[in-house]
C-alpha cells in the first residue's frame, strides 16, 4: 500500500522537517493497525538520520470498545503504572514524537459505550499530565500527520488512491523540494502571528449565519503560527500541513452562540451539526444532529473541558479550503478553517511575566471548526479599535 515514492517522501519529511531529529535522538511513533505500514517508513527513515531507538506504539480503538463493553465500572480507574513510567522517559529523555492521525476506526464504540470511554481518556489523561504538560510546552519536538486508510476513503466515496492524490498537493508533496516549500509557508504563517501580536487586540468576535461569538484575550499573548522551537531553540513543525495562525484566549471572557460548520471527533464517534452556548466562559447550552452523546461525554471529563484553549485564523484560499472537502480529519479540516479548541491552552503563546490565570487548564483539547464562506472575524485592540481580519472566509490582513 505504501510502495508510492510520495509515501516515503512524506515519511522522510515528518523525520526531517516535522520534527527535525538529530543524530542520536530517540522517536516514539504512535499509529492505528490501519497505518502501522506507513509508522515503519518513519521509522526506517529516523534510522537513516541517526536515531539511536524508534518505537512503535500502536493504539487500536476496538481494545478500547472492548474493554468499555466488558470491565466493570469499579475497575476503569485502573492504568498500568509501566505506561506512566515509559511516557515520563519519553519525556525525560526528550523524545521526538510522531503522531499518525487514527482516521480508521472512527465510529467503533457505539453510544452506549460512551461514558466508559470519556472516563478511560480523562484517567489516562490523568496519570499522563506531566507528559502532556511536556508536550504543549514543546519540551520535546513533535508532528501530526493523516495518514490514507481504506476505511477512511470509503467513508469519503473514493479509494485510497484517490485520496492519496488529493492529499500529495496538501501535504506540498508535489513541489521539487517539499522541506523548502513548507520553510516557505511556515514563514507566511510567522508573518501573520507578528501582525496580529503588533495589533495588542483584546477581543475578537466571530459572526456567520447560527454564530455571533465574542471572545476575550490575554494582554501581552502572542500569535502564533508555521513551525515551533524547543527551549534550546531547536525548530520543528508540530503539524504537517498546517495553515493556521493561533493563539491562547482568556477563557472566562466567551460569550455568545458558536455553530461549528465540520464534522469532529469527540471520543471516537464523529459529531456533525454541533453547537454551543457560552456565558461568562462555561457552557450552558450546547447540541448536535449527530453524536450529542459524545458531545455530553466530552464536558463531563472536566468541569473546564468546554471551556476554550484556542482560537485559529486560517484563510479560506489555502489548498485543504479550496478542495471543498470535509475530510472528518481534525488535522486536515482544523487547517480549512477557522476554529476553536476546547480544552487545555497553550502556554508558551504567553510571553514570561504575562497574566497566565485566564490560560485553561484541564485534561483535553479538540478543536471545533467555525469558518465558513460567510464568515467574518473582527479584533478589537487595546485602544478600541475596530479591524477585519477575516471577511467571507478569507484573511485580509495587510
Request: with cysteine.
Amino acid at each position: 500500500m505504501y510502495n508510492d515514492k510520495s509515501f516515503r517522501d512524506l515519511a522522510h519529511l515528518a523525520v526531517t522537517t516535522g520534527v527535525n531529529l538529530k543524530p542520536g535522538q530517540n522517536l516514539v511513533i504512535s499509529t492505528n493497525p490501519g497505518t502501522y505500514g506507513f509508522a515503519r517508513l518513519v521509522a526506517e527513515e529516523a534510522y537513516k538520520v541517526g536515531a539511536i531507538f524508534v518505537r512503535i506504539l500502536q493504539e487500536d480503538q476496538y481494545l478500547n470498545t472492548h474493554r468499555a463493553r466488558y470491565v466493570s465500572p469499579k475497575d476503569w480507574d485502573y492504568y498500568p503504572e509501566f505506561l506512566v513510567n515509559e511516557f515520563k522517559t519519553y519525556a525525560q529523555e526528550s523524545w521526538a514524537r510522531i503522531a499518525l492521525e487514527d482516521m480508521e476506526d472512527l465510529d467503533v464504540g457505539s453510544g452506549d459505550l460512551q461514558e466508559a470511554l470519556g472516563h478511560f481518556r480523562k484517567v489516562r489523561s490523568q496519570k499522563l499530565a506531566t507528559y502532556r504538560e511536556a508536550q504543549i510546552r514543546d519540551q520535546f519536538p513533535w508532528c501530526v500527520l493523516a495518514i490514507p486508510g481504506p476505511k477512511w476513503a470509503k467513508r469519503l466515496g473514493m479509494s485510497t488512491h484517490e485520496l492519496w492524490e488529493i492529499l500529495k498537493p496538501i501535504n506540498r508533496l508535489d513541489r521539487a523540494d517539499p522541506a523548502h516549500a513548507w520553510k516557505e509557508a511556515g514563514n507566511l504563517l510567522e508573518s501573520r502571528g507578528e501582525m496580529l501580536t503588533a495589533l495588542n487586540l483584546k477581543s475578537l468576535r466571530f459572526q456567520s449565519p447560527g454564530t455571533d461569538l465574542q471572545i476575550g484575550l490575554i494582554p501581552g499573548g502572542r500569535w502564533l503560527g508555521g513551525g515551533a522551537q524547543t527551549p534550546d531553540g531547536r525548530s520543528f513543525m508540530p503539524n504537517i500541513p498546517t495553515e493556521e495562525v493561533f493563539t491562547t484566549p482568556d477563557w472566562r471572557l466567551t460569550q455568545g452562540r458558536v455553530q461549528v460548520t465540520r464534522p469532529v471527533e469527540v471520543l471516537g464517534t464523529l459529531v456533525k451539526g454541533a453547537w454551543f452556548v457560552y456565558e461568562n466562559g462555561l457552557v450552558v447550552d450546547y447540541g448536535a444532529q449527530e453524536g450529542q452523546e459524545s458531545l455530553k461525554n466530552y464536558l463531563a471529563i472536566d468541569p473546564q473541558a468546554g471551556c476554550l484553549g484556542e482560537v485559529a485564523l486560517v484563510d479560506g484560499g489555502n489548498p485543504i479550503a479550496q478542495s471543498k472537502i470535509l475530510f472528518g480529519s481534525i488535522l486536515l479540516d482544523e487547517n480549512a478553517s477557522c476554529h476553536m479548541a476546547l480544552g487545555f491552552g497553550y502556554p508558551h503563546a504567553l510571553p514570561p511575566g504575562t497574566d497566565a490565570s485566564g490560560c485553561n487548564v484541564t485534561l483535553v483539547h479538540t478543536d471545533f471548526m467555525i469558518g465558513s464562506d460567510d464568515l467574518t472575524v473582527t479584533g478589537l485592540t487595546d485602544k478600541d479599535r475596530e479591524v477585519v481580519l477575516v471577511e467571507k472566509g478569507r484573511i485580509v490582513l495587510n
